[in-house]
Structure formats: structure tokens, C-alpha cells
């Protein structure tokens, strides 16, 4: 998804950008999107960035660039089970890069006069769904910072994307679009 809003914001004339992602690399097949971006007129650069972890954000955010005008925040892990079954670690393992990831960016940038602070959010935050409430919660916590944000007089959007169809979580996930489409759900 980061790449893909990167190679959008290229489109709609973006200077710089730098992508960032806990392995500090690509998802496989991914190169042609990657190319793409390359030749777009925009320098554009891969950092290695866990948002769950301040130290990673802080190296992020301090990066040689003219200036920081705009976070897209796309960050997300799935950990489904039964919330009677969720332990701790299920949590935070949802809970890091999403919504502790988040608020660590907020804190890093809270200063600067951001253009634009997107939260890539879930619909799973406003419908729920079987053995994400982990998940849901995480993309609440996103809705909420978007709020506090606006109420600062801050940029701030946090949207409730379902599911994507060709990138993103949903795609490496079995059967999942049949037992969307049986409860009248698509792929974007």
C-alpha cells in the first residue's frame, strides 16, 4: 500500500518521498511498481522503519530532507483469533506498528507543520469483524488520533479502507475474499 500511495503522490507531483518498511525492502513482486516510481520524476527512497519502535521512528523523521510536509501512515499486522483467546502478545503484536506506531509519529512530528497526516484506518474499526478485535481496536486508536489532530487544528485524515484486492494483508489471505463476498463485501 505504500508503495502504491507513493507512486499517487509522484503522480500528483511529489518531489521526494521516502517509503519506509519494517524489513527495509520490497514485498516481493513489486519491482515493476518500484520501477515505476523510479522514473517518475520523484526521488524516492527505501528506509528501514519499525513504527512500533521509537528509535526507528526518531531516525525516520530526523532524515537529511529539505522538510517533512506530509505522513502517510499504511502500517498494519494481521493476528487473528477469538478475543476470548487473545493474550497480550496478540495484542501488541497488532497494537505496535498500527496504532503504538501512530502515536509515535505523532509525537515525533507534532511540531512540524504537516500538509497531510494520513492513517491508513480499517473498516474492521467501524463493523468489526470474527477474531479482529485486535485489529479493530488498533484502527480505532488511528480514528481517535485523527480527531485529536483535527481538534489541534492539524492535518489529519484516517480512513477506513476494507480490504484490498491485488495488494495489502487481505491478498495473501486464503478464502478471504468468498467469505467477504458471502457478507456482501468486495476487494478494493
Known amino acids: ?37 523510479q522514473v517518475s520524476g520523484a526521488a524516492a527512497s527505501l528506509e528501514h522503519c519499525n513504527t512500533g519502535e521509537a528509535a526507528h521512528v526518531k531516525r525516520l523523521v530526523a532524515l537529511p530532507v529539505p522538510f517533512l510536509c506530509g505522513v502517510w501512515h499504511a502500517a498494519g499486522v494481521l493476528s487473528d483469533k477469538l478475543a476470548m483467546m487473545m493474550d497480550a502478545a496478540l495484542v501488541r503484536r497488532v497494537y505496535g506498528s498500527k496504532a503504538h506506531g501512530a502515536w509515535l509519529l505523532q509525537q515525533s512530528c507534532a511540531g512540524l507543520p504537516l500538509a497531510a497526516c494520513v492513517l491508513f484506518s480499517s473498516v474492521a474499526a467501524l463493523l468489526g ?60
Open 129 to 188: 469483524s470474527a477474531g479482529q478485535a485486535n485489529y479493530s481496536a488498533a484502527n480505532c486508536c488511528l480514528d481517535a488520533l485523527a480527531c485529536r489532530r483535527s481538534a489541534s487544528a492539524q492535518a489529519a485524515a484516517s480512513l477506513q479502507f476494507g480490504p484490498w484486492g491485488e495488494v495489502g494483508m487481505a491478498v495473501h489471505n486464503a478464502g478471504l475474499e468468498a467469505k467477504l463476498a458471502a457478507g456482501g463485501v468486495g476487494l478494493l
Open 1 to 37: 500500500l505504500g508503495l502504491l500511495t507513493g507512486r499517487w503522490l509522484a503522480q500528483r507531483g511529489a518531489q521526494r518521498l521516502v517509503l519506509a518498511s519494517r524489513s527495509g525492502s520490497l514485498v516481493k513482486k513489486t519491482d515493476g511498481e518500484w520501477e515505476a516510481l
